[in-house]
């Protein structure tokens, strides 16, 4: 099993599938309240499962065409008699109209997939008010975080797991036997109760990359007022040159290898910070601050916004020579060779130097196209342990170091060219080394064999101060025991 699904609680693993006196799922009729798109695609899934499929509309003949063949489509008190599953693909506002059939629904199992269209926009969820209004049916929250394309595709696109709520064990066992027969996992996420957290699921918008796309627009923000000021002002102030042609492509492009080198040295750092800690107190035991916590917590996606602005540098780049200024620049300057009788302009240093530079920026950009992809789940749970470590954090280190090549090997010798410094700033690479640096060389400290084993002891239980017992053998052959401290 992999990592992702082992830290997923499977909802009756063992019993469902090691108890051959349960009927099987498959080949049951299952009732479907509803004829919106959600209803037509989990009828389609359904029958695409081997069960029998009976939806209830209050328009049967309008909406009979919407179904697949083999689902029958009739009204809903007829449809609710054939089955003793069925789901609710209705609206919260709608339940009500479901009251004239409180008498055939009971004793049913309703799985309700509704959705609100806010965050906690009732104080109770969708299921419990359902359970509110048919007390003798018995109400299971499910399959509401499946989209209406995933149910149509099937489990091959999209999330496998159904996450199942319900006071009932039974009922929530039986839906979960649905939901495999279907393709996709259940997740047992508790009783009723938890119905308000699954329901809040789907309309959280990207919860987990907002710091992340922060961190990333400030960075964009700052580094492109700098260069603006470097590359369109200070010409304007000091020359009278109008550059203002400079900010869609080039200024921009400029300012996105910033980001995404910083980026990926961000990655890196809160874990030295977090060796620091554990090397100056001593143990792993303590606990980080929540800043701390947080920042490792976006690794990946922090990893993956610099990916996405190194891609896109690259594609600027290739752009460069299809703008009409820089065929301008061209012609300008083979004109003015031509008056000046150059015959020769080649600079053996700067053929070099781009070269090189062209030449290892690719490998950087390749090797965050493979730290990229190995975080994708479904790429991460075909890795053991030690590939996966091996390729997020040696070669996404050994990508760092690579892309700091390719930005010394950008500047070669304008750090010390005074023309570069405008308005006594200087070159915007000079500023982006400063963090990658740090981390490389805090890297090359912590893999010293003194500071190594050090880190290694403490992350394997070792404590600063901590008294261990330990024996000795007396002069008269006997062993007696004392204590140290385990730092000595």
Not at 304 to 309: I, N, P, R, V
């Amino acid at each position: 099993m992999s990592r992702g699904d082992m830290a997923k609680p499977l909802l009756g693993h063992r019993s469902m599938e090691g108890d051959s006196s349960s009927t099987p799922a498959a080949g049951r009729t299952i009732g479907v309240l509803g004829s919106g798109d959600f209803a037509r695609s989990l009828a389609i899934r359904l029958v695409c499962s081997g069960f029998k499929v009976v939806v209830g509309s209050r328009n049967p003949k309008r909406k009979a065409n919407l179904f697949p063949s083999a689902a029958e489509v009739t009204f809903q008190a007829e449809a609710v008699k054939k089955t003793d599953v069925v789901f609710v693909a209705v609206f919260r506002e709608h339940y009500s109209t479901l009251c004239d059939l409180a008498d055939v629904l009971a004793g049913k199992i309703l799985v309700d997939v509704s959705n609100n269209t806010e965050i906690n926009h009732h104080k109770e969820s969708n299921a419990e008010y359902l359970a509110s209004l048919f007390p003798a049916c018995t109400v299971v929250k499910g399959f509401n975080v499946l989209s209406a394309w995933t149910l149509q595709s099937g489990a091959r696109d999209g999330n496998k797991q159904v996450l199942l709520c319900s006071n009932n064990q039974e009922a929530k066992r039986t839906v979960a036997e649905i939901a495999q027969v279907m393709g996709f996992t259940p997740v047992d996420m508790g009783c009723m109760s938890s119905a308000c957290e699954i329901e809040n699921i789907p309309l959280r918008l990207l919860p987990a990359w907002k710091i992340p796309i922060f961190l990333s627009l400030g960075l964009f923000l700052c580094f492109f007022t700098y260069n603006l000021i470097r590359q369109v002002i200070h010409p304007y102030v000091r020359e009278q040159k109008n550059k203002l042609y400079k900010i869609p492509i080039e200024v921009v492009n400029t300012t996105l290898p910033c980001v995404a080198y910083v980026m990926l040295s961000l990655v890196y750092l809160p874990g030295v910070v977090a060796a620091c800690s554990q090397l100056y107190y001593g143990t792993k035991y303590r606990r980080f601050p929540d800043w701390l916590d947080q920042w490792l917590q976006h690794r990946k996606q922090i990893g993956l916004l610099s990916f996405f602005c190194a891609a896109l540098h690259a594609v600027y780049s290739l752009c460069l020579p299809m703008r009409r200024s820089h065929r301008y620049q061209l012609i300008e300057m083979a004109v003015k060779q031509a008056v000046e009788k150059k015959m020769n302009i080649w600079v053996e240093e700067e053929v070099w130097r781009m070269e090189i530079y062209l030449s290892v920026g690719i490998i950087a950009l390749g090797l965050l196209s493979l730290l990229a992809i190995t975080s994708l789940p479904s790429i991460a749970n075909s890795l053991n342990w030690r590939e996966f470590s091996f390729i997020q954090s040696t070669l996404g280190f050994i990508a760092l170091v690579i892309s700091t090549l390719h930005t010394l090997t950008y500047g070669w010798s304008r750090a010390f060219d005074e023309n570069q410094y405008k308005f006594y700033l200087p070159p915007t690479y000079t500023l982006t080394l400063l963090v990658p640096c740090t981390v490389i060389i805090a890297k090359v400290i912590f893999i010293l064999p003194c500071i190594q084993q050090r880190l290694l002891r403490i992350r394997r239980g070792w404590e600063k101060g901590r008294y261990v017992k330990f024996v000795l053998p007396s002069a008269t052959g006997e062993f007696s025991s004392g204590e140290t401290s385990s730092n000595v």
